[in-house]
Each structure stands twice: as structure tokens, then as C-alpha cells.
């Protein structure tokens, strides 16, 4: 209790001197695109420039939105699944090149002939060849995967991997949920450990408290989710969610985001004692379009370099945008999914690029 009174106390007071900035702006974006809670954050390797969270928990609501509150990072789970897997790769436990079939051989009978040969650095990086999958999808059903968390995803991608179905054009990138479910079973099998221990051990090493699905659903007092039309998502445990727990399922606070963020510009500008500047680089921008959770473009407006990830996992928006070459992040964070409040996110990014581009 008194290291939360510190904590909020200590947000308190940064939120008077740094939150102030674009409030107004990011506040008219909030009801005019029609977004119950707003959260965002300007930051570098290592400051806090503004951080702030606005509107309502839950629509038509008093329950003010607060800066600890936390969000589903729906994709962006995928930039923590892939930092892990970099560690684990760090300290000999698994290769990049390390195929599927060789953790899991039993599997491999079963499974589709095209995926034989399919690495961990396939996995994170988008490019095996299988189909998409998500929440939406109605098989398998939950009576077919049984078990507990860990053997749910066991089953889920022994299911997946037995479909018939093939990805007949070749793409550069295979944009698929279960890589990411595949990658984070690998990582178990080579660790030993459940993902969600890996996660919870990155989180005591950062000093983050990541938390896994629906926050309301531990907390009805932490944001709820809304879909396009502001229905409230009330809480529940979701099956589905556990099945893409590596690709889409970890939930935390924008201030925790900031620290994982801040870690990521440190790597890039060669400040980490743990994974070296190219090694960043890589992660970042290893190949064209999408890396090892990362995405990277040039802004047409500033011509500045962005790696970047953005979450839509059905009630939330999150995104993050890091630039080393000015040392500056960007993450924005909504309690709805919907169109009409991603432009209103793209309008506030876009507005804070241009204040921030050094």
C-alpha cells in the first residue's frame, strides 16, 4: 500500500510539470473521436517529457481514467515476446535457427509438410508461411482444447498445424497470430518455463507489473474495453485470449510501457549492458517490413526513421513509435477499438512527432 501511495504521489507531481503540455489537444481528440480514456506519453531513453491519461474507464461513467490504470497491449505483446526471446537466445537456450520440429518432434507427423522446416526467427519475424487466425475465428471450439494454460496452446498449435489450409501466394511477410503462439511455445520448451513465468520475470527485471487479459477482469475498477460501437466489454475470461497469449494478451500501465520503451531506445543507442546496438538494430530493423516484432518506416513529413507497433485487439488501441535518431518514443493508449478513434490516435501521434522531431 505505502510503495502505491509513492508511486501515485510520484505521478502526481510529474503529471503537473510534464502532462500539461498537450492535454488540451489530446483531450478535444478524445470526445471528438469519441475515446472513453486516452493515455499518452513522450519520452527518451531517459526522461519523461509529458505522460498523461484522460476521459473515463468506462463509458457514461464517473470512473475517471487514472495514470496506473492498465491496458490491453493487444500486438505490442509482440515487441515483449520477441525481447524475451532475444535473452533466451543471449543465454544459449535457443537459436534463432532453431527449428519447431525440433522442440516439439511429436508434432511433426501431424502437422503441414510446409511448416517442416520453420525457425523461431520465422516465427517472430512473420515470414512462416501459414494462415491468419484470431479471436473472431469460430474453430477450434473449447471443448477440443483442453489442459491448462500452457497445454491449451500446446493443443491449439498441434490443431492449427494439422489444417490443410496453405498459403498459396508468397509474401514478404505472413501477417499470423499463431507465429507468435508458436514462437512462445518454443520459448517454453527451451526455457523450461510458462511464458507467462518469462514475462513475469522481464516484468521483476524492469520493475513492470504486467498482467494478462481483460484488466477489468481482475479489477472491475481498471478500464473496460469498447468496441466500435462504445458497448462496454464487461469482464470475462476469454479462452481465446490465453490461446494468443504470446501474440496479444499482456495487459499494463502506460507508465510500465514507458520503462519497457525506454529499455528498447537505450538498446538502440547502444546503452544496454545485456544486448548489444546491432543486435537492436536487428530487432528493430533486421529485414524490410516487419522484424522481430517491430515494423519500421520513414515519415514522409520529417524523413526520420520509425520502428513501431500497433495493438487492435478488439477494444483497445495501442500504439508505440521510437525514433533513436532523436532519442524520442511516442505511445498512445485507448479503451476502444474502432476506426474513427484510430484517427483520432494517428492526429495526436502526428501532432506530437511534429512538436518532438528534435
Given at each position: 500500500?505505502?510503495k502505491k501511495l509513492v508511486f501515485l504521489i510520484y505521478f502526481s507531481i510529474l503529471t503537473t510539470f510534464y502532462g500539461q503540455k498537450n492535454s488540451a489537444l489530446a483531450?478535444?481528440?478524445?470526445?471528438?473521436?469519441?475515446?472513453?480514456?486516452?493515455?499518452?506519453?513522450?519520452?527518451?531513453?531517459?526522461?519523461?517529457?509529458?505522460?498523461?491519461?484522460?476521459?473515463?474507464?468506462?463509458?457514461?461513467?464517473?470512473?475517471?481514467?487514472?495514470?496506473?490504470?492498465?491496458?490491453?497491449?493487444?500486438?505490442?505483446?509482440?515487441?515483449?515476446?520477441?525481447?524475451?526471446?532475444?535473452?533466451?537466445?543471449?543465454?544459449?537456450?535457443?537459436?534463432?535457427?532453431?527449428?519447431?520440429?525440433?522442440?516439439?518432434?511429436?508434432?511433426?507427423?501431424?502437422?503441414?509438410?510446409?511448416?517442416?522446416?520453420?525457425?523461431?526467427?520465422?516465427?517472430?519475424?512473420?515470414?512462416?508461411?501459414?494462415?491468419t487466425w484470431s479471436y473472431g475465428n469460430e474453430t477450434p471450439t473449447q471443448k477440443e482444447i483442453k489442459g491448462n494454460d500452457q497445454k491449451q496452446r500446446y493443443e491449439?498449435?498441434?490443431?492449427?498445424?494439422?489444417?490443410?489450409?496453405?498459403?498459396?501466394?508468397?509474401?514478404?511477410?505472413?501477417?499470423?497470430?499463431?507465429?507468435?503462439?508458436?514462437?512462445?511455445?518454443?520459448?517454453?520448451?527451451?526455457?523450461?518455463?510458462?511464458?507467462?513465468?518469462?514475462?513475469?520475470?522481464?516484468?521483476?527485471?524492469?520493475?513492470?507489473?504486467?498482467?494478462?487479459?481483460?484488466?477489468?477482469?481482475?479489477?472491475?475498477?481498471?478500464?473496460?474495453?469498447?468496441?466500435?460501437?462504445?458497448?462496454?466489454?464487461?469482464?470475462?475470461?476469454?479462452?481465446?485470449?490465453?490461446?494468443?497469449?504470446s501474440a496479444g494478451n499482456i495487459n499494463c500501465s502506460l507508465p510500465d510501457y514507458c520503462k519497457f520503451t525506454q529499455m528498447q531506445l537505450q538498446g538502440l543507442l547502444?546503452?544496454?549492458?545485456?544486448?548489444?546496438?546491432?543486435?537492436?538494430?536487428?530487432?528493430?530493423?533486421?529485414?524490410?517490413?516487419?522484424?522481430?516484432?517491430?515494423?519500421?518506416?520513414?515519415?514522409?513529413?520529417?524523413?526520420?526513421?520509425?520502428?513501431?507497433?500497433?495493438?487492435?485487439?478488439?477494444?483497445?488501441?495501442?500504439?508505440?513509435?521510437?525514433?533513436?535518431?532523436?532519442?524520442?518514443?511516442?505511445?498512445?493508449?485507448?479503451?476502444?477499438?474502432?476506426?474513427?478513434?484510430?484517427?483520432?490516435?494517428?492526429?495526436?501521434?502526428?501532432?506530437?512527432?511534429?512538436?518532438?522531431?528534435?
Amino acid at each position: 500500500m505505502k510503495k502505491k501511495l509513492v508511486f501515485l504521489i510520484y505521478f502526481s507531481i510529474l503529471t503537473t510539470f510534464y502532462g500539461q503540455k498537450n492535454s488540451a489537444l489530446a483531450e478535444n481528440i478524445r470526445i471528438n473521436y469519441k475515446i472513453p480514456a486516452l493515455a499518452y506519453a513522450v519520452i527518451s531513453s531517459d526522461s519523461i517529457f509529458e505522460i498523461q491519461t484522460l476521459g473515463y474507464q468506462r463509458i457514461n461513467t464517473s470512473y475517471k481514467a487514472k495514470i496506473d490504470d492498465r491496458f490491453r497491449l493487444g500486438s505490442l505483446t509482440k515487441t515483449i515476446t520477441s525481447y524475451i526471446a532475444m535473452i533466451l537466445v543471449k543465454e544459449g537456450k535457443i537459436k534463432l535457427e532453431t527449428k519447431f520440429f525440433d522442440l516439439y518432434p511429436e508434432l511433426k507427423a501431424n502437422s503441414n509438410p510446409v511448416l517442416y522446416n520453420v525457425t523461431l526467427k520465422d516465427f517472430l519475424t512473420f515470414r512462416a508461411p501459414i494462415p491468419t487466425w484470431s479471436y473472431g475465428n469460430e474453430t477450434p471450439t473449447q471443448k477440443e482444447i483442453k489442459g491448462n494454460d500452457q497445454k491449451q496452446r500446446y493443443e491449439f498449435i498441434s490443431w492449427f498445424f494439422k489444417q490443410n489450409q496453405i498459403v498459396s501466394e508468397k509474401q514478404e511477410v505472413y501477417w499470423s497470430n499463431p507465429s507468435y503462439v508458436a514462437a512462445g511455445l518454443m520459448l517454453e520448451k527451451a526455457s523450461g518455463k510458462s511464458y507467462e513465468t518469462l514475462v513475469n520475470e522481464l516484468g521483476k527485471n524492469l520493475s513492470i507489473n504486467f498482467g494478462f487479459g481483460q484488466p477489468n477482469l481482475i479489477n472491475e475498477n481498471e478500464p473496460w474495453g469498447h468496441d466500435e460501437n462504445l458497448n462496454p466489454e464487461k469482464p470475462a475470461l476469454n479462452y481465446k485470449l490465453n490461446w494468443l497469449s504470446s501474440a496479444g494478451n499482456i495487459n499494463c500501465s502506460l507508465p510500465d510501457y514507458c520503462k519497457f520503451t525506454q529499455m528498447q531506445l537505450q538498446g538502440l543507442l547502444g546503452k544496454s549492458k545485456i544486448v548489444s546496438a546491432e543486435e537492436f538494430d536487428m530487432i528493430h530493423n533486421g529485414l524490410p517490413e516487419f522484424s522481430f516484432g517491430w515494423s519500421s518506416e520513414i515519415n514522409e513529413k520529417s524523413g526520420l526513421k520509425y520502428s513501431f507497433h500497433n495493438g487492435n485487439p478488439g477494444t483497445f488501441l495501442t500504439k508505440v513509435y521510437i525514433c533513436p535518431a532523436i532519442n524520442k518514443a511516442f505511445i498512445i493508449f485507448a479503451n476502444v477499438q474502432s476506426e474513427e478513434a484510430d484517427k483520432g490516435l494517428m492526429l495526436l501521434l502526428d501532432e506530437l512527432q511534429k512538436q518532438y522531431k528534435g
